[in-house]
C-alpha cells in the first residue's frame, strides 16, 4: 500500500543553530579548496611528476571553480619551486638570418642587456677618443713614416734610372709616358725623334724596354710596400681598439664566466668591433649631410646587431612562472617576428622576435581554456608540436604551413620544460581522447572536478567560510545564520540532492551578491533568510516569461491539462523544458488508445519524428513488460498508439515512460485516471518504476498549474521512491503539503503506481496463472484475452 510522503522528506531543512555563529562575519575566510579532492589528487601528481606527456586536461562543468581551484593551487605550488631561466635572443655574427638563443639565470637577462648597453655606449665613446690621441697619431705616423721613406727611396732610384737610360718619365692619360732625352737632358719632340737614325731609335728601343722592366718592378715594391702600410695600421688599429675596450671585455667575461654561450658571444662582440672600426669613427666633415637632411636613426641602426633582446624575464619571480593565457591565439602563444619599413623596404632582425605564452611559462605552468584554444587556429596543432619536440620555434604561422616563400630570420628554437594545464568541460575532454590519438600522449593526466560534494558538518562549515571570503572578497552584506541555512538548503537544490551540495560555487556566488543588493535597500546590517529567498524568486522571475506563457495557456484552456475528475486511457505526465538560464516542469496530456491487433505499440510521437531515441527506448520497454506479464499464454494482440497532446517541440527521455503505461493499462481495463494527479517515472521490463531527472522543476511546475485552476486538497503528484532523496522544493509547496490540498506519493513499482491512480487494487498472479478478479490486471488480462479471441477469429473466418 502507497501511503503519502512524511512532510519532512519534502526538503532536507538545515537548522540554522548547527551553524555555531550569529553572522559569516565571526568566521574566517576559506583558504582551501574544498569538495574536489579527486581532483587535487591529479593537480598535485601532474604538476610534480617529471616526466614527459604528464600535462593536466581539468575536467569538470562549468561554476565548479576550475579555474579559481587550479590558480589557487598553482600559486602555492609555484612559490616552492625554482625561478625560471631568462632567455635572450643576441646577433648570429656568421648568420645573422639565424639569431642565437642563450639561457642566463633569471634576473641575469636585463643585467646582462644593460651591461652591454654600457659596453657599446662606452666603445663609442673611448674608440674615437684613443684614435685622435697624440700616442696613436704619433704611433701611426712612426708607423707611416719607414714606409714613405722606402717608398721615397725607390721613386728616387726609378728617377736615376730612368735618366741614366736617356728617359724623362711623366704621368699622362693612359698611365706613364716614357720620353726620350737628349744628350742635353732635354726632351725630344715627337718630328726630332722621327728624323733620328734607325739605329739611334733601336738603341732607345732597347734602354726603354730596360726601363720597363725595371719599372714594372719597382711598382710591384711599390705595392707591397702599400699593402704592407695598410696591414701595419690595421694591425695598429686592432692593437689599439683592443687597447681600448680590451679591459671593458675582460670584466664582461669575468662577470659573466659561468655562462660559455655568453663569453663565446662577447667574444664574437669584439671581434666584430675590431674588423668594422669605421663604423665608430665621427663621420668626415665632407661626408656629413646638410642637418635638415641628417637622420641619426640611420647611423645607430649598424649598433642594433650589438643590442640584447631579452624575450624572457624571470627576476621578479619568487618562484616558478605561472602564465594564465586568455587568448591562446597562435602569436600569443609561441611568440612573433615584427617587422619595420625602412626606406620602403620592409626588414626584420633579432631584435624583433617578441616572445609568446610558452616562452614565458618556461620551466613553469602554462594554463589557458580549452574553448579559447580551438577559437584560434593553428594553436593546438602548434602546442602539440612543442610538447612533443620538446622545444619552441617563434616563426609565422603562413610560413609554418608552407605560404611564405621569402627569406626572414629563423630564430633559434629553445628546449622547452613546462607543465601545461588546459580547462575545459568533460565532452571536449573525451572528444579529444577519441578523435585525437596525440591528446593522450601529451595530457596523460585528468583532473575531474565533482559538481557536488556530501553535506557534511565539515563541508557545511566550508561553505559558510566560503560564504565569508566571498562577502570580504567583495565587500558584501555578511549573512546571519538564517541566510547560510538558506544558502545551504539552495546548494542541496542546485544539487539535487537532499544528502549533497553542489560545487558550482559561481551559482551560489551570485545569489549571495544579488541577496547583498537586496539587504542594502532594505538598509539590513546582514543578509537574512528572506533576501536569499528573494534573490533566488528574483532570478527566476527574469528568466521565466515562457514558463509563465505556458501556465497562462493551461489556465486558458488553450493547453488542455485537467486536475479533477477521473478519464480512461489518459494520464497526466510531467516532462522539463531548458531554456539555457532556466529550468521548469510543464505537464503535459498523456493518452492512450488501444485496438485489437498486431501493431504493438505505436509511438506517434516517433512516426512524426518529433521522438528522440531514448524517448523511444522506453516505448520498446513498454512492449517487453506487456509481453512478460500477459502474453504468456496467449499472443499480444494488440494495436496501440501513445502520444503527447499538444506537444510541437518534441520529445525525449523516458521519464515518461511509466506515464505512457499507466495510460495503455488504464485504456485496456477501462479504469480511469484520477486527473488530480500527475506522474513523472521510468520503468523497465519488470516494472519497476525507476528514477529521473528534474524531479523538483516536474512537481513545482505541476504545482502551480493546480495553484492557478484551484487547490482542491485531492491534487499531488506520483513520482519513483528513488526520487524522494533528490526532493529539495519551494516553501510553497511545504506549506500547502503542511495544510494537506498537495500531496506526493513515492512508488516503486507499476502496480504501486496504478493502484494510486485508479483506486484498485493490482491484483497478484494466483497459482493458476490467473489474477485476482476485479483487480487491474485481471480487467488487462481479460481485455487482451478477448483481442486474442477476435484475432484468432478473425484469421479463421471466410473472409
Known amino acids: 500500500m502507497v501511503t503519502r510522503l512524511p512532510l519532512e522528506q519534502y526538503r532536507n531543512r538545515f537548522d540554522a543553530s548547527l551553524i555555531e555563529c550569529g553572522s559569516t562575519k565571526e568566521l574566517k575566510p576559506l583558504e582551501e579548496i574544498v569538495g574536489q579532492k579527486r581532483a587535487l589528487s591529479a593537480l598535485t601528481f601532474g604538476l610534480n611528476i617529471g616526466e614527459k606527456g604528464f600535462n593536466i586536461y581539468a575536467s569538470g562543468m562549468h561554476g565548479t571553480g576550475r579555474k579559481s581551484a587550479v590558480r589557487k593551487f598553482l600559486d602555492e605550488l609555484a612559490k616552492t619551486k625554482p625561478r625560471g631561466n631568462d632567455w635572450i635572443y643576441v646577433n648570429n655574427f656568421d648568420n645573422p638570418y639565424e639569431p642565437n638563443a642563450i639561457r642566463l639565470p633569471p634576473g641575469m637577462g636585463k643585467e646582462f642587456k644593460d651591461d652591454m648597453a654600457t659596453f657599446i655606449a662606452e666603445a663609442k665613446r673611448f674608440i674615437p677618443q684613443v684614435f685622435e690621441s697624440e700616442d696613436y697619431t704619433n704611433r701611426r705616423d712612426a708607423a707611416v713614416r719607414g714606409i714613405e721613406d722606402e717608398k721615397a727611396r725607390l721613386l728616387s732610384h726609378i728617377d736615376e734610372v730612368s735618366k741614366e737610360k736617356g728617359f724623362l718619365i711623366q704621368p699622362g692619360p693612359q698611365g706613364l709616358l716614357t720620353i726620350p732625352l737628349k744628350e742635353d737632358g732635354k726632351p725630344y719632340q715627337q718630328e726630332e725623334f722621327v728624323a733620328l737614325p734607325p739605329e739611334i731609335q733601336a738603341e732607345y728601343q732597347k734602354r726603354k724596354e730596360e726601363l720597363l722592366v725595371e719599372l714594372r718592378n719597382t711598382f710591384r715594391q711599390l705595392r707591397d710596400l702599400d699593402q704592407k702600410g695598410g696591414e701595419t695600421i690595421e694591425q695598429l688599429n686592432r692593437e689599439v681598439a683592443l687597447a681600448a675596450i680590451g679591459h671593458r671585455v675582460a670584466a664582461l667575461k669575468d662577470k659573466y664566466e659561468k655562462v660559455d654561450e655568453i663569453n663565446a658571444y662577447i667574444d664574437a662582440v669584439q671581434k666584430d668591433i675590431v674588423e668594422n672600426l669605421p663604423q665608430f669613427m665621427p663621420e668626415p666633415p665632407q661626408q656629413q649631410l646638410p642637418p635638415q637632411f641628417a637622420n641619426p636613426l640611420i647611423r645607430e641602426l649598424a649598433f642594433r646587431k650589438y643590442e640584447v633582446n631579452v624575450i624572457v624575464d624571470n627576476s621578479g619571480n ?11 591565439s597562435y602569436q600569443n602563444l609561441f611568440g612573433k617576428i615584427e617587422k619595420e619599413v625602412q626606406y620602403g623596404v620592409v626588414t626584420t632582425d633579432f631584435t624583433m622576435i617578441r616572445p609568446g605564452s610558452i616562452h614565458k611559462a618556461n620551466s613553469g605552468f602554462l594554463v589557458m581554456m580549452v574553448e579559447d ?19 619552441v620555434v617563434v616563426e609565422e604561422p603562413g610560413e609554418r604551413m608552407g605560404f611564405i616563400s621569402t627569406r626572414g630570420i629563423k630564430p633559434e628554437p629553445i628546449p622547452l620544460s613546462l607543465k601545461v594545464v588546459i580547462i575545459g568541460t568533460p565532452q571536449i575532454n573525451q572528444i579529444l581522447y577519441t578523435q585525437d590519438p596525440d591528446f593522450s600522449e601529451l595530457f596523460k593526466v585528468k583532473a575531474d572536478f565533482d559538481i557536488t560534494m556530501d553535506r557534511t558538518e565539515e563541508n557545511v562549515r566550508n561553505y559558510a567560510s566560503f560564504i565569508c571570503g566571498l562577502c570580504e572578497e567583495y565587500n558584501l552584506r555578511h549573512l546571519d545564520s538564517s541566510a547560510v541555512a538558506r544558502v545551504i538548503e539552495y546548494g542541496s537544490r542546485l544539487a539535487e540532492d537532499q544528502t549533497k551540495l553542489t560545487t558550482r560555487f559561481s551559482n551560489v556566488a551570485d545569489i549571495i551578491r544579488e541577496a547583498s543588493y537586496y539587504a542594502a535597500q ?17 532570478k527566476i522571475y527574469r528568466s521565466n516569461l515562457i514558463q509563465e506563457k505556458i501556465q497562462e495557456y493551461i489556465t486558458r484552456g488553450i493547453f488542455l491539462i485537467e486536475t479533477e475528475g477521473e478519464k480512461v486511457g489518459q494520464v497526466n505526465g510531467l516532462s522539463v523544458i531548458g531554456l539555457g538560464d532556466i529550468e521548469f516542469g510543464r505537464p503535459s496530456r498523456v493518452t492512450a488508445s488501444v485496438a485489437t491487433g498486431r501493431g504493438g505499440i505505436m509511438d506517434i510521437e516517433r512516426e512524426a519524428a518529433m521522438g528522440g531515441p531514448t524517448h523511444t527506448k522506453g516505448v520498446l520497454i513498454l512492449s517487453g513488460f506487456l509481453n512478460a506479464r500477459y502474453a504468456q499464454d496467449k ?38 485516471i484520477n486527473q488530480a494527479l500527475a506522474v513523472t517515472g521510468s520503468v523497465n521490463q519488470k516494472g519497476e518504476v525507476q528514477a529521473i531527472g528534474g524531479v523538483n522543476q516536474k512537481l513545482e511546475g505541476f504545482f502551480e498549474v493546480c495553484k492557478a485552476k484551484g487547490l482542491t486538497g485531492k491534487q499531488g503528484a506520483m513520482i519513483p521512491a528513488s526520487n524522494v532523496q533528490n526532493l529539495m522544493l519551494k516553501d510553497e509547496i511545504l506549506e500547502a503539503a503542511k495544510e494537506g490540498k498537495f500531496t506526493i506519493y513515492p512508488v516503486s513499482t507499476i502496480d504501486e503506481g496504478i493502484e494510486v491512480l485508479t483506486g484498485v487494487k493490482a491484483g497478484e498472479r494466483r497459482p493458476d496463472g490467473t489474477f485476482e478478479e476485479g483487480t487491474v490486471n485481471y480487467l488487462v488480462d481479460k481485455r487482451l484475452k478477448e483481442m486474442a479471441e477476435t484475432m484468432k477469429e478473425y484469421r479463421s473466418g471466410p473472409w
Open 318 to 328: 619568487d618562484g616558478a612562472p605561472v602564465i594564465y593565457e586568455q587568448n591562446p
Open 373 to 391: 584554444l580551438f577559437r584560434n587556429p593553428f594553436s593546438w596543432d602548434g602546442l602539440k608540436t612543442a610538447l612533443k619536440t620538446g622545444e
Open 522 to 538: 532594505d538598509q539590513s546590517e546582514y543578509t537574512s533568510d528572506r533576501h536569499i529567498v528573494k534573490a533566488i524568486e528574483e
Open 635 to 672: 499472443p499480444l494482440s494488440l494495436s496501440a498508439r501513445l502520444v503527447f497532446e499538444q506537444s510541437y517541440e518534441g520529445v525525449d527521455g523516458d521519464s515518461a515512460s511509466s506515464t505512457e503505461l499507466y495510460a495503455i493499462l488504464s485504456a485496456l481495463s477501462g479504469l480511469p
